[in-house]
């Protein structure tokens, strides 16, 4: 089984409606990202999570929110989806490691488009 | 200015030849630095790091780092067609916060 998964794998909804993406993993990593990734753009962080109470906004968190149920599961919402939404969306998770050496696994994916 | 710029490609290259992907920071402070291998409609992975200056090989890979010009490359010797992907470097940009660039789409063809 994988260790980071995601659901739903696609998802087709519309302007205005609220939608929600999960994450869970079984690697017992403190740490878990979110990220969407847009052709040219790369990688942007969304929001990141330390532990269970610790939530922190990332580069680009209007539009956007989240909820760590737990150690394993970390959600991201859009409240009110609009086009320029439609993206990839990654979860990662990480241990931390040792100082600014992290490696940080991801999910499969989530591919999401607006209409 | 983005702080890691990568030229998104793509690339394509015959198979054998030796592949040079590269990336430029803007930050002197960075000092840890990784490149990721992303296949189609999967996550990223870490493929190697290296920190500060200098090389680190393994396998057919390499990666380099020249803080002098802020320039990260990673070298893929005898390239397979297996090694078709998107290739993201990244650096850790404080507080366990990573900072990609777009990531270069490699194609090797045989």
């Known amino acids: 089984d994988a260790d980071v998964t995601q659901t739903p794998r696609n998802r087709i909804t519309k302007t205005g409606k609220r939608i929600m993406l999960e994450c869970s993993q079984t690697k017992g990593h403190d740490r878990m990202y979110w990220y969407r990734q847009d052709p040219g753009l790369g990688l942007r962080l969304i929001y990141y999570?330390?532990?269970?109470?610790?939530?922190n906004k990332g580069e680009i968190s209007d539009g956007y929110s989240v909820s760590r149920q737990a150690q394993a599961k970390f959600s991201l919402s859009l409240e009110s989806a609009i086009p320029n939404q439609t993206a990839l969306y990654f979860c990662a998770t990480s241990d931390g490691g040792k100082a600014l050496q992290e490696t940080q696994y991801f999910g499969p994916g989530t591919r999401l488009l607006v209409l | 200015q983005k702080e890691v710029e990568q030229d998104p490609g793509p690339l394509s290259v015959p198979e054998g030849a030796i592949v040079s992907l590269n990336c430029t920071y803007s930050?002197?402070?960075?000092?840890?630095f990784m490149w990721y291998r992303q296949y189609s409609r999967k996550g990223p992975e870490l493929l190697m790091y290296t920190y500060s200056s200098g090389n680190k090989e393994d396998g057919r890979f390499t990666a380099q780092v020249d803080k002098s010009s802020k320039y990260i490359s990673l070298f893929i010797r005898d390239s397979q067609p297996s090694d078709s992907a998107t290739y993201l470097c990244a650096t850790a940009g404080g507080y366990n916060k990573l900072i990609f660039g777009a990531g270069t789409r490699l194609a090797v063809h045989p």
């Open positions: 930050n002197s402070a960075f000092q840890y």
């Open positions: 999570s330390f532990d269970v109470k610790d939530i």
